[in-house]
């Protein structure tokens, strides 16, 4: 084996109010103790949910994380939230750079890359998205531009305490297409050789997800791929039975 200890992490996005917590005790109450040596699980619901998510699942192993973050610690930014904010919630890791960042809030690279620095400041666990578009795919040009987002993007001297990695293809978020397994591995192998060539020896311990249309019916074969170090989920982790049917692919 790799090494690395799986990651299976849900990104509810703008889902929830605080009827959805029954949906987190269903996660906390169905998976095993037995599951729980092998996997880590992650839940990052809206910023609003992360102090009672926290309070639901405390003395579990399960994580909590925000979706976004400002990069600064504090001052004159008005509805943004910083990562010490999230770490004094209990938040453990954040999300960072998400494909609906990056086009709907026009975040860059460089903006991807201060916002990891932020995290990490903190001491929360950035995991930075990269993907490319299905346009990009078609111009043979995806591995250049998962390449260029991870290079740009991940701060220098990242740890596996601090850094995980999700390639999220565009086009397969939300859509119920995937890329086959020989496409996923292609990326994974070549983000991986990435981060060697960035972080050195580290690299081997960085984890890299696959996000995009994870379902409990695809979980096995995606997650059984070469590189693949876990799952980054949506859709199905706003249902406690699908999002353990992910975790139980394990
Ligand atoms: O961050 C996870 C997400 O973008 C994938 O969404 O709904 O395709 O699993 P979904």
Not at 1 to 17: D, E, F, I, Q, Y
Not at 130 to 136: C, R
Not at 201 to 212: D, H, M, Q, S, V
């Amino acid at each position: 084996g790799s090494g690395r200890r799986p990651l299976v992490a849900g990104n509810w996005k703008m889902n929830g109010t605080r009827a959805s917590l029954a949906t987190v005790e269903g996660i906390r109450d169905g998976l095993s103790p037995a599951l729980l040596e092998k996997i880590d699980v992650l839940i990052c619901p809206p910023a609003t949910l992360i102090s009672s998510c926290v309070a639901a699942t405390y003395g579990s192993p399960i994580a909590i994380g925000g979706q976004n973050l400002h990069a600064r610690p504090s001052g004159a930014f008005t509805g943004s939230i910083s990562a010490e904010m999230l770490a004094d919630l209990g938040a453990k890791y954040v999300i960072v750079g998400h494909s609906e960042r990056r086009a709907y809030h026009h975040e860059t690279d460089d903006g991807v890359h201060a916002k990891a620095l932020g995290a990490r400041r903190a001491g929360l666990c950035g995991i930075i998205c990269v993907g490319e578009t299905m346009e990009e795919r078609e111009q043979g040009r995806a591995l250049s531009i998962v390449r260029a987002q991870l290079a740009i993007g991940i701060p220098k001297g990242a740890t596996a305490q601090d850094t995980v990695i999700a390639y999220e293809p565009v086009w397969a978020i939300g859509s119920g297409r995937t890329p086959t397994p020989a496409e996923i591995a292609e990326v994974h192998a070549s983000l991986r050789e990435m981060l060697d060539k960035l972080v050195g020896e580290e690299a081997a311990k960085i984890r890299i997800l696959y996000g995009g249309s994870v379902k409990p019916g695809n979980a096995r074969e995606l997650m059984a791929v070469e590189n693949v170090d876990g799952a980054l989920v949506g859709g199905a982790s706003l249902v406690a039975e699908d999002f353990l049917g992910i975790c139980n692919a394990y």
